[in-house]
């Protein structure tokens, strides 16, 4: 009987955990606008300058989406979106391969709960435009990445979205991810 106790102790413990925890469940893909072909990830995906592409996030339930791009030739750095997404299809404004070539890298940011800090940023973004501020959104993010990262686990698996299509089967994947109640994606793309 005194075994019982610690072993009943530890299940209800490990049940309250499990209960508290809300993990996040998505999928995400890059599709070209021009042949709304769905581009495989890799890291980083090749493409042309003038190509158009939109994200393509799918969530398992209401959630917050946070969207940044970041610029390597300037280092500019844009919120392309910040707010809630419900349980269905969201996509994004297209996203246009400009001159000069380089490589843009977007930051995705999915969360069950609004991120307070980040969502600050955001805003001193929105008022002042200045080195600052877009040094301490990428800060923001880097931390919230750093967070996740440190959990050590494979967080994400190439998923088929679209439906199945014809050719390369590479080309209508997107990735899925379940797991912590926060996670920040990172996709870069050189043109």
């Known amino acids: 009987m005194k075994k019982f106790i610690p072993l009943f102790f530890c299940l209800i413990t490990v049940s309250i955990f499990a209960q508290q925890r ?11 606008l021009k042949s709304g072909d769905l581009i495989s990830f890799s890291s980083p995906v090749r493409s ?30 844009t ?31 999915v969360s069950r709960e609004e991120q307070k800090n980040l969502a600050q940023r955001i805003s001193a973004l929105k008022d002042n ?39 390369d089967p590479d080309k209508s994947k997107g990735v899925e991810y379940s797991g912590l109640e926060t996670y920040v994606k990172t996709l870069s793309i050189e043109h």
């Open 48 to 77: 042309n300058t003038g190509a158009e592409f939109r994200l393509v996030i799918n969530p398992d339930a209401a959630c917050y989406c946070y969207v940044v791009v970041q610029s390597s030739n300037d280092g500019d750095v």
């Open 22 to 32: 809300n993990p996040v469940k998505w999928t995400l893909a890059l599709q070209e």
């Open 129 to 167: 435009s200045g080195s600052m501020q877009k040094r301490a959104l990428m800060n923001e993010i880097f931390r919230l990445r750093s967070d996740v990262s440190q959990f050590k686990e494979t967080p994400e698996k190439p998923v088929l979205m679209g439906g199945a299509t014809r050719g």
């Open 79 to 109: 919120v392309l979106y910040a707010g809630s997404i419900a349980k269905r299809e969201w996509l994004s404004p297209p996203l246009k391969l400009t001159d000069p070539p380089g490589s843009e890298s977007l930051f995705i940011i």
